[in-house]
T-cell receptor, first 111, second 110 residues
Framework: NAGVTQTPKFQVLKTGQSMTLQCAQD?????MSWYRQDPGMGLRLIHYSVGAGITDQGEVPNGYNVSRSTTEDFPLRLLSAAPSQTSVYFC??????????FGQGTRLTVV | RKEVEQDPGPFNVPEGATVAFNCTYSNSASQSFFWYRQDCRKEPKLLMS???SGNEDGRFTAQLNRASQYISLLIRDSKLSDSATYLCVLNTGTASKLTFGTGTRLQVTL
């Protein structure tokens, strides 16, 4: 039972590079979201989706794009990486307001 | 003011102790409340939901006071394995849009 799978687990980027963080869930959840976690800041919502084809911005969307072409996948794209995007990124999915299931996280360093 | 405020700790307690964490929130429209647990360098995992009537799960008791916009978590008979960061979480919409506190770190020692 895979749950929520994120790849890669670790990544180092140079400033200005672009990349896509992958997130896939096999629980047929409608709701998916991306958070970033920084020391002293807690988890902050980047983008979220309430179903295939529907996405919206969260608290800190600048510099990130998302799409939701299937129920299972919700990739997060960094358009032009900046050192301020160094963080741990978590993808989550859920069916309603009761619980969110998180992936294991992607540790991203931008140099 | 932050939407969710928690004492960052750390709370250092001996095994067997009872420890309580508090959390305050500012958005009175918040619908659902949770405590998540996060181990070092791991993902958050749901510990328990929090209901107005209070709820208990083994050694863990959660309380919600909507009038005071206050949530609490009580851990009885602390175990070494309880060492983690406890996140106060709420949402005003769907499972896509959770608001997290910065967490309270608990260290249980021998």
């Amino acid at each position: 039972n895979a749950g929520v799978t994120q790849t890669p687990k670790f990544q180092v980027l140079k400033t200005g590079q672009s990349m896509t963080l992958q997130c896939a869930q096999d629980m047929n959840h409608e709701y998916m979201s991306w958070y970033r976690q920084d020391p002293g800041m807690g988890l902050r919502l980047i983008h979220y989706s309430v179903g295939a084809g529907i996405t919206d911005q969260g608290e800190v969307p600048n510099g990130y794009n998302v799409s939701r072409s299937t129920t299972e996948d919700f990739p997060l794209r960094l358009l032009s990486a900046a050192p301020s995007q160094t963080s741990v990124y978590f993808c989550a999915s859920g069916t309603d307001i009761t619980e969110a299931f998180f992936g294991q996280g992607t540790r991203l360093t931008v140099v | 003011r932050k939407e969710v405020e928690q004492d960052p700790g750390p709370f250092n307690v001996p095994e067997g102790a009872t420890v309580a964490f508090n959390c305050t929130y500012s958005n009175s429209a918040s619908q659902s409340f949770f405590w998540y647990r996060q181990d070092c360098r791991k993902e958050p995992k749901l510990l328990m939901s929090v209901y107005s009537s209070g709820n208990e799960d083994g050694r863990f008791t959660a309380q919600l006071n909507r009038a005071s916009q206050y949530i609490s978590l009580l851990i009885r008979d602390s175990k070494l394995s309880d060492s983690a960061t406890y996140l106060c979480v709420l949402n005003t919409g769907t499972a896509s849009k959770l608001t997290f506190g910065t967490g309270t770190r608990l260290q249980v020692t021998l």
